[in-house]
């Protein structure tokens, strides 16, 4: 991360301390460099900042239902439809109804799955392992594998295309804050591994510079009987992420990072209380994030900051234009009507920006940058 020197300056009428206590009769707006963990200035508005009734072009934010993205017939993971990407990372989601006939690995970059619904198996290089809802799968680049599916699965893909994933740095938390990478679970090779080393013949599908190839085997490759080392699929589950949190001042999505790769980080929002102290901001600063694009997966629960969204859809906010909270969740958090949040999201905070695919725009609410507008 670039060191960066601080000057910070104080004009005219502000808040002590940021997002907390705002003059009266104020919105705060954040403006930061490199997604949240640069320098910053916060100005204090007379209106909110995202009270605009009209806005065109290519910058609008945008939303999107995954819901109405698949075709029913994704079988193998490279014809999941292609949503986001840029050079560094690629977004997809993922309709799997029933188990994969063919092995698959991906050359270009790490994968990680996280599952949105279902449950199942995963049989790979380095053993077997159980997924189900909520998990997510970190497999890195060159794994073989593939999923066997209890119930039809809806996954969301995200590709780490010129890096691999990593944990963040914990800084002043300490290394077991967030979750405790003890927690993290690795590949068995098991009973059920062992019992799937047939000599049936099966083929491998490979991906590289996103061109398909396939090898055909006599018999499963899947065939170790052990492995040692540092490099191996992992999983772990949002329920086991303990979200740091201040019950005197709003952290910002930066603190909710799970894993990061070059050029963009992977953020999980769970449920968490809301802060308490009565001069704190207790709903997502409005901030314009100049320097990453900002997408969000919601998973389930009820959005706090966000109006009719529902699980299943994405959010885009493209860097360059102020964002934050729907009028109702700012009256909500200034009226203390809620004590806790409820919902489960993935952000993709991406430094290069997103580009939007097809099956996207087919899918996308298109009045989605008037949601600001105060309906009350």
Request: net charge negative.
């Amino acid at each position: 991360m670039k060191e960066w020197i601080y000057f910070p300056k104080v004009e005219g009428e502000t808040s002590r301390q940021a997002h907390a206590d705002f003059p009266e009769g104020t919105y705060e707006r954040e403006m930061g460099k490199e997604g949240f963990f640069g320098p910053a200035t916060h100005f204090y508005h007379k209106h909110a900042p995202t009270g605009w009734v009209e806005f065109d072009g290519p910058l609008k934010p945008r939303a999107f239902d995954t819901n109405k993205m698949h075709s029913g017939s994704e079988s193998m993971p490279w014809e999941a439809p292609l949503m986001l990407s840029n050079a560094q990372c690629r977004i997809q989601t993922w309709a799997l109804n029933e188990s994969m006939t063919a092995l698959y690995r991906n050359s270009d970059g790490d994968q990680l799955l996280f599952i949105h619904q279902g449950e199942g198996a995963l049989f790979c290089d380095f053993g077997h392992m159980r997924f189900s809802e909520g998990d997510y799968l970190v497999l890195p680049r060159g794994t073989m594998w593939r999923l066997d599916v209890d119930e039809p699965a809806r996954i969301l893909m995200v590709e780490a295309t010129s890096s691999h994933f990593q944990l963040p740095q914990k800084g002043l938390v300490g290394n077991h804050a967030i979750f405790d990478p003890a927690m993290l679970e690795t590949p068995k090779i098991d009973a059920e591994f062992k019992h799937q080393q047939t000599e049936k013949s099966w083929n491998l599908n490979v991906k590289v510079r996103q061109q398909m190839s396939r090898i055909q085997y006599p018999f499963n490759p899947l065939d170790a009987v052990g492995w040692k080392g540092d490099l191996c699929p992992v999983k772990i589950n949002w329920r086991d992420i303990r979200p740091l949190m201040s019950h005197r001042f709003h952290l910002p999505p930066s603190a909710h990072t799970t894993f990061v790769a070059q050029g963009f980080v992977v953020c999980t929002f769970v449920p968490r209380p809301i802060e308490s102290d009565p001069g704190a901001l207790k709903v997502p600063f409005y901030h314009n994030n100049d320097d990453y694009d900002e997408f969000i997966f919601y998973h389930k629960g009820e959005f706090f900051s966000r109006d009719n969204i529902h699980p299943g859809m994405t959010t885009l906010h493209p860097a360059g234009f102020t964002h934050g909270p729907h009028p109702k969740a700012f009256a909500a958090g200034k009226a203390y009507a809620k004590k806790e949040t409820d919902e489960v999201a993935v952000m993709v905070d991406a430094r290069q920006p997103l580009d939007v695919h097809g099956v996207a725009e087919q899918a996308e609410w298109k009045e989605y940058q008037f949601s600001w507008k105060d309906k009350a």
